[in-house]
C-alpha cells in the first residue's frame, strides 16, 4: 500500500506541495476512505480506551470550548491508585455531545505511528497525533488558530470547518501578539469526509464543528523550524568563543569598552556567515531522534529471521553513510556507528530501500549467510534496524 503522506497525499496535492505550499497554503484532497481505514479500526480503539488506563490530560472531553470535568467521566481505579475511564458515563457525556481527545496516539497505536513516521520523511520534523471523536453537531473548540501546522485526516464520519485564513503572520507560541484576530473573509468551508486530508498552516484561523453524526479524525501536529530557531543555535556556537564568554566591561572606559563592542559584531558577523541556516538544518537532520520502538527477543537472544521477515531502519530521516576503504561509517540520531567495509553493500541497500526482506538482502548484497546473520545481529543490537513479520 502507498504511504499515505509521501506518496497518496503527494500525488494528490502536487509535487511542490513541500517547497512551495507547505506551511504557506490551505489545501485539501480525498484519498478515499480505503486509504485510511487501516489506520484505526473501532477494535483497536477500544482496546486502548480499555487497556491503557489514559486519563486527563492525555485523555479528555470538550463540549462547547470548554473542558468537561474529569470526575465525570473517571473514578480513582482502587487496584492503581489512578483513574480510570467510567464506561457508561464516558458514554453519556459523548451521548450529549462532548469530543473526545486523545493526545499522542501515534505512541500507542503502530499504523497511526507508521503514518506520522512518514510524514516526518516528508516535513522533515517531529510530528505527534492526537485523536479526536465526537457525535452530534456541538463545536468543541472556538474559532482559534494553532502554533504549529497541522495535516487532518478525516477516518470516520463528517465533520464541519471553516478556514478563515492568516490573522498575523506566521505567529508563534511564544511571541509579542497575541491579540491579532481572524480576518473577515472565508477561505474555504466545507464538510471532511472519510478520507479526507487537509493541510491548515500555523496562524490561520479555522472552527470545527459536528455535523449532527459520528466524527473520528487524526490531527497531524508538527513545529517547523524559524530564523528565530536558525538564531538560537548560532547562540549555541559562541559558547565555544573565549571572546563571547567575557563579561561585558560594564564599568570600563568609552574607548575599550567600544573596542570590545566591535570585536563582539565583528567576530559574531563571521560566526553567522559559517554557520548558515542550510547548516542548522543539515546538523538538525543528522541529529533527527529514531523512534523507540522495542523488538525482542531478536537483539537479546538472536536466531536468524526467516527470509521472508521484513527488515525496517529505525532512522526516520535518511542516514548519512560514508563509505571509505577501510571504514564504513554510518550517522544516525546524531550518534556515528563505525562498521568493516565488508558491511557496507548491506548498509547502502538499507538506507536506499528503508525496508526490504532477509532474502532481497541476502540477493543484493552477495553476503554469505554467516556473514549476514552476524551482520543483521550487529545491526538489531545497535537499534538501527527492526524485523517485523511477513
Known sequence: MAALFTERFVELAG?????????????RVSSGDSGVADLLTWQALNELLSTRQLSAPRLRLFREGTQVPVANYTREDPTTGRQALVPDELYRELRDGASLVLDSIDQLHPPIARAADDLMRLVREPVQVNLYLV????????????D????IVQLAGSKHWTVRGQGRRFPMKVDNDHDHQPPDTMLWEGDLAPGDIIHVPRGWW?????????SMHLTFGFTRRTGIDWANWIVEQLYAEELFRQDLPRFAAEGPSEQHADELVTALTKIIEANRPADFLATRDRRFPRRSEINLPLPVSFEMPADDAVLEITALLDPVLDEAPDVTRLTVAGKTYRFAPVMAPMLRHLVTERTTTVARLRTETGLADKTLSGALELLLQQHLVVVRSS
Open 15 to 27: 509535487g511542490d506541495f513541500a517547497a512551495e505550499r507547505l506551511g504557506n497554503d490551505f489545501v
Open 135 to 146: 457525535w452530534g453537531g456541538r463545536q468543541g473548540f472556538d474559532t482559534h488558530w494553532d
Open 148 to 151: 504549529h501546522d497541522t495535516m
Open 206 to 214: 479555522h472552527a470545527v464543528r459536528g455535523t449532527g453524526e459520528l
